[in-house]
Nanobody, 117 residues
């Protein structure tokens, strides 16, 4: 089992910044992919960004140039720095941990990010 604890969501004005954190604990495999997904009301959950334990990153086109993702492997923690936030970034953001073969796939409880115009 893997537990994911997210923090850092909140309310911010358009153009502002927020930083999300997600700490993983439990049966962590040293080769893994951690990342963030989001779900807005009435929409499907979508990829925001992922980062492998080796540091390779992947971003949704909608956040490229505005969001960065990083991790501290010694702390099993992943961060999402969100800059130049837009109202359309409003969603519940979920942290994800998985092994590359998806035999282990876990989600956090979600943290609300609201961007006011």
């Amino acid at each position: 089992q893997v537990q994911l604890v997210e923090s850092g969501g909140g309310l911010v004005q358009a153009g502002g910044s927020l930083r999300l954190s997600c700490a993983a604990s439990g049966s962590i495999f040293w080769i893994n992919i951690m990342g963030w997904y989001r779900q807005a009301p009435g929409k499907q959950r979508e990829l925001v960004a992922t980062i492998t334990s080796g540091g390779s990153t992947n971003f949704a086109d909608s956040v490229k140039g505005r969001f960065t993702i990083s991790r501290e492997n010694t702390k099993n923690t992943v961060y999402l720095q969100m800059n130049s936030l837009k109202p359309e970034d409003t969603a519940v953001y979920y942290c994800n941990y998985r092994k590359p073969d998806r035999t282990s796939d876990y989600w956090g409880q979600g943290t609300q990010v609201t961007v006011s115009s």
